[in-house]
């Protein structure tokens, strides 16, 4: 029997990239799977229909959405078990330089939609269930050009700590996620980092989506109950101080 058998699942941002990768992960493990999407439908529908799963579009930013992507799940395919947050954007800029817009719209999905989902997951998940999300390397040593960015997810990984400790009781861990230079559309934006990221990796390569889902699923079986509060750096060894 595959090691999530039975359970149900919801992978926010997950019609592409690492997202995709991770909602393919979970099905081939046996979960049932929510492919949450903002914009990208077809995607989104491809993704579903290949793992049998459902797509539902939810807006991160928008707390009645979040609320109402639950709704959904728990009617059409049951009490959720695992949460996956990896829907994020990434603005790259100077501090001097960043508009008001850019940083509210980088905390809007990064910081706040991961809380509220955070928030959801708190309120509804079942007990000895997983709640994943996903940060970046780069919140250890930092990056000029990144603090919007490395900071709403520096605030995810406070999520994780808190609640690991709230939802402990009930047999529920909480853990980050922390890719490096993983070859994605994301990344794909900013040429330097594909050209420097194999260099800066013990195992000099960019990762691949299926890397980081991979370490996903395993922190949503059973084998990995014992590990809750934690920021795994899924970066194939990369240095990024």
Not at 60 to 81: H, K, P, Q, S, Y
Not at 166 to 176: D, P, Y
Request: hydrophobic residues 45%; charged residues 20%.
């Amino acid at each position: 029997m595959a090691a999530l058998t039975g359970k149900v699942a919801i992978v926010t941002g997950a019609s592409r990239g690492i997202g995709r990768a991770i909602a393919l992960e979970l099905a081939r493990e046996g979960a049932r799977v929510a492919v949450n999407y903002a914009r990208s439908a077809e995607l989104a529908e491809a993704v579903a229909q290949e793992i049998g799963g459902l797509a539902v579009r939810a807006d991160m930013a928008d707390a009645g959405e979040i609320e109402a992507l639950f709704d959904t799940v728990e009617r059409t395919l049951g009490g959720v078990d695992l949460l996956v947050n990896n829907a994020g954007i990434a603005i790259f800029g100077p501090v001097a330089e960043m508009t008001e817009a850019q940083f509210d719209s980088t905390f809007a999905i990064n910081a706040r939609g991961t809380f509220l989902c955070c928030r959801e997951a708190a309120r509804r998940m079942r007990a000895g269930g997983r709640i994943v999300s996903i940060s970046t390397g780069a919140t250890v040593g930092g990056t000029a050009g990144g603090a919007a960015y490395c900071g709403s997810k520096a605030a995810v990984e406070q999520f994780t700590r808190a609640l690991a400790r709230e939802l402990g009781g009930r047999g529920i861990t909480v853990n980050t996620v922390s890719p490096g230079f993983t070859e994605t559309d994301m990344l794909a934006q900013f040429p330097h980092l594909v050209a420097a990221g194999p260099g800066m990796s013990a195992l000099g390569r960019l990762g691949q989506p299926e890397d980081v889902a991979k370490v996903v699923a395993w922190l949503c079986t059973e084998d990995a109950g014992w590990m809750t509060g934690q920021n795994l750096q899924a970066g194939g060894g990369a240095s990024m101080v």
